[in-house]
C-alpha cells in the first residue's frame, strides 16, 4: 500500500543528544515536509524539500537538520540545540504544483520525541 | 498576517446535531484551504478542501463554507456522530508555495 512511513513511534531521548527520525514515502511525492505539533499551537513547519538535494528552512528550523539524498525519504535530525524538543513530529508529503495540482499534504502517523 | 485564526478551540456536540469550526485569515495570497482531521496518535488527513473562488463545498455531510470578502471559511458537519470526534485543522496555503499555515486546531466531542 502506498503511503508514509515514520520511524520510530516513541523516541526517548537524554537531554545533549541527538536524535534522527526516519521518514519514507511511496507514493512518488515529489515535495516532503516536517511539521512539529505541540498542544494547543496547531502545526508548525520545520523544514521542508521540493526536490532531491534541495531543502528549505520552515518556520521554526533552529536546532534542526534535515537531508533529501533520495526520493523517497527525507530524516530529520533533532539535535542538542534544539532548547525544546519534546513533541509531536509529523512528515508529509506532496505532488508538486505543477499543471493546477493542489499539491495536497498526506501525513504519516508522527514520531512522539521525549527528552529526559 | 500569515496567521490563521481557528474557533472554538473545543466543541461538544450532541448526535445529530451539526458542528461549526471557523477559521479566519488575512493574508490574501492564500488560494487553497484544506480542511483536516487527526485522532488522538495519528497523523492529520485530508477531509476537504476548497479554492477561493468557490463559496461552498460538499463532500457526504461536511461542507465547507468560505466567504473571501470577509476572509474566513468554515467546516460544517452534519448529523454529527460519536465517530466524528477527533481534532479538526484548517490551514491555507499561499499561491505557488509549499507553504502551509495552520490553525491551532479544534478539538470536537460528539456525545452519543
Known amino acids: 500500500d502506498g503511503g508514509i512511513t515514520q520511524s520510530p513511534k516513541y523516541l526517548f531521548r537524554k537531554e545533549g543528544q541527538n536524535v534522527t527520525l526516519s521518514c519514507e514515502q511511496n507514493?512518488?511525492?515529489?515535495?516532503m515536509y516536517w511539521y512539529r505539533q505541540d498542544p494547543g499551537q496547531g502545526l508548525r513547519l520545520i523544514y521542508y524539500?521540493?526536490?532531491?538535494?534541495?531543502?528549505q528552512k520552515g518556520d521554526i528550523a533552529e536546532g534542526y537538520s534535515v537531508s533529501r539524498e533520495k526520493k523517497e525519504s527525507f530524516p530529520l535530525t533533532v539535535t542538542s540545540a534544539q532548547k525544546n524538543p519534546t513533541a509531536f513530529y509529523l512528515c508529509?508529503?506532496?505532488?508538486?504544483?505543477?499543471?493546477?495540482?493542489?499539491?495536497?499534504?498526506?501525513f504519516g502517523e508522527g514520531s512522539r520525541l521525549t527528552v529526559l | 498576517q500569515q496567521q490563521v485564526k481557528q474557533s472554538p478551540q473545543s466543541l461538544i456536540v450532541q448526535k445529530g446535531g451539526i458542528s461549526i469550526i471557523n477559521c479566519a485569515y488575512e493574508?490574501?495570497?492564500?488560494?487553497?484551504f484544506p480542511w483536516y482531521q487527526q485522532f488522538p496518535g495519528k497523523g492529520p488527513a485530508l477531509l476537504i478542501a476548497?479554492?477561493?473562488?468557490?463559496s461552498e463545498k460538499k463532500e457526504g455531510r461536511f461542507t465547507i463554507s468560505f466567504n473571501k470578502s470577509a476572509k474566513q471559511f468554515s467546516l460544517h458537519i452534519m448529523d454529527s456522530q460519536p465517530g466524528d470526534s477527533a481534532t479538526y485543522f484548517c490551514?491555507?496555503?499561499?499561491?505557488?508555495?509549499?507553504?502551509?499555515?495552520f490553525g491551532t486546531g479544534t478539538r470536537l466531542k460528539v456525545l452519543a
Open positions: 476548497i479554492r477561493p473562488d468557490v
Open positions: 508529509a508529503s506532496s505532488h508538486g504544483l505543477a499543471g493546477g495540482r493542489t499539491g495536497e499534504l498526506f
Open positions: 507514493l512518488n511525492h515529489d515535495a
Open positions: 490551514a491555507a496555503r499561499s499561491g505557488g508555495t509549499y507553504k502551509y499555515i
Open positions: 493574508n490574501t495570497a492564500f488560494d487553497y
Open positions: 524539500s521540493q526536490i532531491v538535494n534541495d531543502f
